[in-house]
Every structure is written in C-alpha cells, then in structure tokens.
C-alpha cells in the first residue's frame, strides 16, 4: 500500500502529522516539539543524524534541517570551508553549511508548495532519505578534509564516485 493511501481522507492532515506518521513507521526516535515541528534521529552508516522538520503556514514551506557534530581543527576551517562549496555545486537539491558555534554540519532544505498544493507523505519520505544519502555522500569527504590532511578536491572523489554507505 503506497503511503499516500493512509491519507487519503485526510486532504487537510497538517504536514507534521505526516512526518510524525512517517517517524513511527519507521520506528525513528522523535519528539514532536510543537504543533509545526518536529525532531527525529535517524540512524545512518557513518553517523546518527538529528532531523528537525518545521511547517510554515505563512509562506508554505516545509523545512528540514539534518545535523550532525562535528568539531573540526581550526586551522582546518578553510578548507572545510572550500569542500562545503565544491560539495553545494554537486547538490541539486538543499544545501550545507557548517554551524561553528554550535559545532554542527547542517544540511538544509525548504520544500515550497504553492497555491492548494499538498504534500504528500511520499514527498516527505523522499525528503527524509535525501537528506540522510546526501549527509551518508559527503560524511567521509568531510572526515578526510579536516583529519585525514586530504585536499577538498581528493576527499570529493569520494562523493564522486558515490563510495559510500546506505541510508
């Protein structure tokens, strides 16, 4: 049965609820923070990913957030810096970007619905996986640019050649 059958006398089910239905399919450890966000874990192969997902009825947008620590060296900085912008020109959808303060690598993206568009609970799932395959892509370039003393354009040939794990 496809997800989007649970749904179909719900055309008006709040897009978190969706997510949160998704989250306990999935057997995802969440918390439901408010009544448009959500929080989850999702374990991957390199790393466990915190995913916090928060719906904007103002200007209908979901948004998805995917972390995880990281606390590279200092004099490392500029080159993360280099690969979070090679990695963004080889992302088609969503983006990276490196939280010093906090010391999180943040994959973010906005899925925009317009007019009486709906999501759909195949579109969140998609969502979720993409963001877990895209932080599983770019883990190891990462992990190679600030500890392995690889330049940003030889740890990218992992990315490139897809030689990573599943989600």
Known sequence: MALSEQY?????L?????????????EWEFDRVG????AMAIEGQWRTYSITLAWSAYDATLRLI???EMEPPTDKLPDLYHTLNQTNDMCWAGAFTYWAEQK?????YGLLLDGEAMVTPEQIDRLLNAAVRSAERFYPAFQLVCWGNEAPDDALQVAIAEAYGRA
């Open 35 to 38: 009544d448009d966000q959500i």
């Open 8 to 12: 179909l006398q719900a055309e008006d």
């Open 66 to 68: 995917c972390t995880f």
């Open 104 to 108: 999180l690598m943040v994959y973010r």
């Open 14 to 26: 709040h897009p978190i609820d969706m997510v949160e239905s998704l989250a306990e399919h999935h």
